[in-house]
């Protein structure tokens, strides 16, 4: 009986153990378990403890006679029944409290792992969401990129061929001449007297006089300024970008500056803002010779800038021009007033005899009313009446109206 109760508890240690690990889905839950079952433990060593002590007093009892077996046999069994029946119901206790407790834990461990498997669900979809939008704008992205890739390459077969980037700059010109000045104060592809043909011809009043605009593009020596490695290479850009500026600036001032056609300047268009800034930060020099020239170089920007102020110009002129004209009919007008002015005189002299001979009219019917109501008054007789008849300028005054 003594073994049977010992491997009952082993096996109840064991099972709490089992059923703690299997249940258990957290830490704490699995120390809760130990736990118990460390007391069961201690539980059980110490009713291996009682039953050695008293093993040993039923040794002693044996030895002193065989007379108290009974007695002695029936107190172990009646305390081994109340060991056993407190061991039952401790160790029913505390599977109970411990299945329970198990319980509790593992529905709040499953409440919150449901829960947070909901919220990461509907974070992950969210974020899903938002990286399938992302991809989308990154796929559009990628084909204004592949467009743009494609009109970069074909910006550079035209850039590379001399007269397509000659064209490139004049329609560049045409465009901010047309945007920025009327129609009649300027020309494209103009052909001088000497021969020459000229991108733009801007008609301005004497001084200055029309100035002639021509677009130029040294790219071959900028790009082997902007690509050189080595001080030598840099040194022999510089001194081609220098030369082909130097050649531009001397052909438009030889070709464009006529005396009594046009201006005693032109312009040198460069249709890039990148050479510009480079010419002005690096080579004083090549703008020093165009100064000297007269050659004014300028850019997209600075076009603009010089063709608004044109474009005053041109309006202050035809302004000037039209003052004469506007003087003449202010003159013109004058004298239509003074004459204006004379015929409502007259008209007024008019309308005053006019007014005159209503009243003296007024007057004259007045008086005719007047007698004719003194006829009907008077009260005649028969030999009156005759009287009347015979002679009626006696009877009556006349009176002149």
């Known amino acids: ?120 669900t509907e974070k992950t979809s969210k974020s899903l969401s938002e990286l399938q939008a992302r991809l989308a704008v990154i796929d559009k992205a990628q084909d204004n990129l592949t467009d743009l890739s494609s009109q970069v390459v074909g910006l550079q077969d035209i850039l590379a061929n001399k007269q397509a980037r000659g064209a490139f700059g004049e329609l560049q010109l045409n465009d901010l001449v047309k945007s920025a000045l009327p129609p009649s104060s300027y020309d494209f592809q103009v052909t001088l007297s000497n021969g020459k043909r000229a991108d733009c011809l801007i008609k301005l009043p004497n001084p200055p006089g029309s100035i002639v605009v021509d677009a130029k593009f040294p790219l071959e020596s900028f790009h082997l300024l902007r690509n050189a490695e080595t001080d030598a290479d840099t040194q022999m850009a510089r001194r081609a970008f220098i030369t082909a500026m130097t050649k531009h600036i001397s052909d438009i001032s030889q070709k464009y500056i006529i005396d009594g056609e046009t201006a005693e300047s032109a312009l040198l268009f460069l249709p890039s803002e990148a050479v510009y800034a480079e010419l002005h930060s690096n080579f004083p020099q090549v703008l020093q010779k165009s100064y000297d020239a007269r050659v004014w170089i300028v850019s997209p920007t600075t076009l603009m800038a010089t063709l608004n102020t044109i474009r005053a110009v041109l309006k202050d002129s035809q302004m000037r021009e039209q003052a004469g004209v506007i003087q003449k009919e202010v003159t013109v007008l004058l004298r239509d007033v003074e004459r204006m002015d004379k015929r409502v005189d007259n008209l007024s002299k008019h309308f005053a005899q006019a007014s005159k001979d209503i009243n003296d009219i007024e007057t004259s019917s007045r008086k005719i009313v007047s007698r004719g109501e003194k006829i009907e008054d008077l009260q005649l007789g028969e030999q009156d009446s005759e009287d009347l008849l015979v002679n009626p300028a006696e009877r009556l005054p006349v009176t002149s109206v």
């Open 1 to 120: 009986m003594e073994f049977a109760l010992i491997a009952v508890v082993i096996v109840l240690i064991i099972a709490v153990a089992l059923v703690a690990v299997k249940m258990g889905k957290s830490e704490k839950m699995i120390q809760s378990a130990m736990t118990n079952s460390e007391n069961l433990t201690r539980l059980t060593e110490g009713l291996l403890s009682q039953q050695s002590k008293l093993e040993g007093q039923l040794t002693q009892i044996s030895t002193d006679g065989a007379a108290s077996q009974s007695a002695i046999n029936k107190t172990l069994a009646e305390r081994l029944d109340s060991v056993s029946k407190r061991l039952g119901d401790s160790l029913v206790q505390s599977t109970e409290k411990t299945n329970k407790t198990v319980t509790d834990r593992l529905d709040k461990v499953s409440q919150k792992l449901g829960e947070s498997l909901i919220q990461t």
